[in-house]
């Protein structure tokens, strides 16, 4: 089993539109979860961590199920600027720990 | 804002050159790790580097060495390239402060061509 594991896509979808993206993680000593967002030829920036108890900011929603060791991210009223690869990463180990990078979601926003 | 400066946005060597890759940090950040992303594959971790003459192999160290003499400057050494290396390679910085959370911020990456 990959140790995180996202579906690649590409999840096309129209302006509007409310679209989730999910991920599974094999590690269950994982202690941190983050999205990160990822523009076609340019690095990957921090979107958001991901908490327990789930999180949100502004139309990004990010939940956790440690239990089902299961991530998602949902992206409501969905912009063309939304249109980039999201990657979920895992963190196991404490302050040292290295993140794991899934391969990454693709979302195209289309007018 | 965290600033991770990559030397060069791309680069083209030749087969069996010894080449460089440079990443500088502004931030005093005590973490840094070099990546290389390929179509397919994702994100793999290469080398990294908790502190200053500190280095732990990541993924796939082969081919690969690096070098940290100074906390803001990781630097990355393909001893005597190959074809198949040609790749984005991207390095990262990241405090060990205040807990758990903390982020990695990546500089702009450096598509590297082996020829």
């Known amino acids: 089993r990959k140790e995180v594991e996202q579906d690649p896509g590409p999840f096309n979808v129209p302006e509007g539109a409310t679209v989730a993206f999910n991920c599974t993680y094999s590690n269950s000593a994982s202690q941190s979860f983050f999205w990160y967002r990822q523009d076609c030829r340019k690095e990957p920036k921090l979107l958001m961590s991901?908490?327990?108890s789930g999180n949100e900011d502004g139309r990004f929603t990010a939940q956790l199920n440690r239990a089902s060791q299961y991530i998602s991210l949902l992206i409501r009223d969905s912009k063309l600027s939304d249109s980039a690869t999201y990657l979920c990463?895992?963190?196991?180990?404490?302050?040292?720990?290295?993140?794991?990078f899934g391969k990454g979601t693709k979302l195209s926003v289309k007018p | 804002d965290v600033k991770v400066t990559q030397s060069s946005r791309y680069l083209v060597k030749r087969t069996g050159e010894k080449v460089f890759l440079e990443c500088v940090q502004d931030?005093?950040?005590?973490?840094m790790f070099w990546y290389r992303q390929d179509p397919g594959l994702g994100l793999r971790l290469i080398y990294f580097?908790?502190?200053?003459?500190?280095?732990e192999k990541g993924d796939i160290p082969e081919g690969y060495s690096v070098s940290r003499e100074k906390k803001e400057r990781f630097s990355l050494i393909l001893e005597s390239a190959s074809t198949n290396q040609t790749s984005m390679y991207l390095c990262a910085s990241r405090t060990t402060g205040r807990g758990n959370n903390q982020p990695q911020h990546f500089g702009d990456g450096t598509r590297l061509s082996i020829l």
């Open positions: 990463v895992v963190k196991t180990g404490g302050s040292q720990g290295n993140l794991i």
């Open positions: 991901v908490y327990s």
């Open positions: 580097s908790y502190d200053v003459k500190m280095k």
């Open positions: 931030m005093d950040h005590e973490n």
